[in-house]
């Protein structure tokens, strides 16, 4: 007997919003139960589903490829992939070949009738576009916020602390830099800096070793001089802008 795959995925982020693996697994269940769909079994995986580098989903499509497999269930199609141009491929290059049918429980579709099949399609358009709008407005959002001279976000640099989303010097840090800066002014290259401060056991911002592209990455900072400077450049929505503001309560 063919096996029927139930596929479960949750991303640290959808932990509270109703997506546990648990609630997955109990609707999958209870859908085969109800259709008589027997030898089920369950991958799960804990990652995005941007991408398709999942452990769990990789180990199913190698159950696929060896023609055991007769359907495959999820409890919503987002939870495969939120893709529209993946979920196509997954679907017409890796199960239609092997006549594995893919259900979603919750939007009621089989993709083994035509009518499930155009359904899936308009579904993944929908996913496509959600996508798409919670990234133009993240983007759009930090625009904003550096056109205003604010933080607008990447990694926080030895001698500033995040706080509620702006940058604060953190004093046992900025004394870190100084030295950085002072070696510099002395004449010092970026390699002698990284093994002095190696050899006094001082770490980066991440508790590592220094190297020369390390000390270069401070000693070029223009946050370090009190200026906040963002390019943004996303040509899908069409924004290509550099924003450069002061603020004097960076300067180190």
Not at 18 to 47: H, M, P, W
Not at 76 to 94: A, G, M, N, P, Y
Not at 111 to 137: D, H, W
Request: proline letters at 2%.
């Amino acid at each position: 007997m063919k096996k029927v795959i139930g596929y479960i995925r949750v991303s640290t982020e959808e932990q509270t919003r109703g997506y546990g693996l648990d609630v997955q697994r109990e609707k999958i269940e209870t859908y085969c139960n109800l259709y008589n769909l027997a030898n089920l079994e369950i991958f799960s995986d804990n990652l995005t589903g941007k991408t398709l580098e999942r452990p769990g989903l990789q180990r199913l499509l190698e159950e696929v490829r060896t023609g055991n497999v007769e359907r495959i269930v999820v409890f919503k199609v987002d939870r495969f992939t939120r893709k529209l141009r993946d979920l196509l491929t997954l679907i017409e290059d890796e199960l239609e070949p092997h006549n594995v049918a893919f259900i979603s429980v919750s939007e009621q579709f089989d993709t083994s009738t035509p009518t499930g099949k155009a359904f899936l399609q308009m579904l993944g358009t929908f996913a496509e576009l959600e996508r798409n709008t919670i990234v133009y407005r993240t983007t759009t959002g930090r625009l904003e916020k550096a056109r205003q001279g604010g933080n607008a976000g990447g990694a926080t640099p030895l001698g500033y602390v995040n706080v509620d989303g702006d940058l604060q010097k953190f004093d046992d840090e900025v004394e870190v830099v100084k030295a950085v800066f002072a070696m510099r002014a002395d004449g010092l290259t970026y390699r002698a800096i990284a093994a002095m401060l190696n050899k006094d056991g001082v770490s980066t911002k991440r508790g590592g070793k220094w190297y020369a592209s390390t000390v270069r990455y401070i000693a070029e900072n223009p946050k370090y001089q009190g200026l906040n400077i963002y390019r943004f450049n996303v040509k899908e929505f069409g924004i290509n802008e550099k924003t450069q503001h002061t603020n004097p309560a960076l300067a180190i």
